[in-house]
């Protein structure tokens, strides 16, 4: 599967981005469907996972209650909505997908066999 992640963009502290994942070549009827992000410098960090079947949610602390996630299977797109954003929060965020991805393993990136290519966030301050 071919994921594209887009929707990133530069926003003011305190503003809300939506970013999309949309895959390509099958649906993701099956998958686990997460986002990760990775400030300058830093390493990349778990932001949100999506469980398609059952819709099970897992939420970086540092994000709960400010991101969440969702999916448009319509569309077969998983959202990443982010609110509240802070300068903290810059980053590019990766969307990355897989099947049979055990949940105590959601926050981890070795449990994603596909990767999108990553779109920007920059909150200014």
């Known amino acids: 599967v071919q994921l594209q992640a887009s929707g990133g963009g530069l926003v003011q502290a305190g503003g809300s981005l939506r970013l999309s994942c949309v895959a390509s070549?099958?649906?993701?009827?099956?998958?686990?469907v997460a986002w990760f992000r990775q400030a300058p410098g830093k390493e990349r960090d778990f932001v949100a996972a999506?469980?398609?079947?059952?819709?099970?949610?897992n939420i970086a602390e540092s994000v709960k209650g400010r991101f969440t996630i969702s999916r448009d299977g319509a569309k077969n797109t998983v959202y990443l909505q982010m609110n509240s954003l802070s300068p903290e929060d810059t980053a590019v965020y990766y969307c990355?997908?897989?099947?049979?991805?055990?949940?105590?393993?959601?926050?981890?990136?070795?449990?994603?066999?596909?990767w999108g290519q990553g779109t920007q966030v920059t909150v200014s301050s």
């Open positions: 990355a997908a897989s099947r049979s991805v055990i949940w105590s393993n959601t926050a981890s990136e070795t449990a994603y066999a596909y």
């Open positions: 070549g099958r649906t993701f009827a099956g998958y686990t």
């Open positions: 999506l469980k398609i079947s059952g819709g099970s949610t």
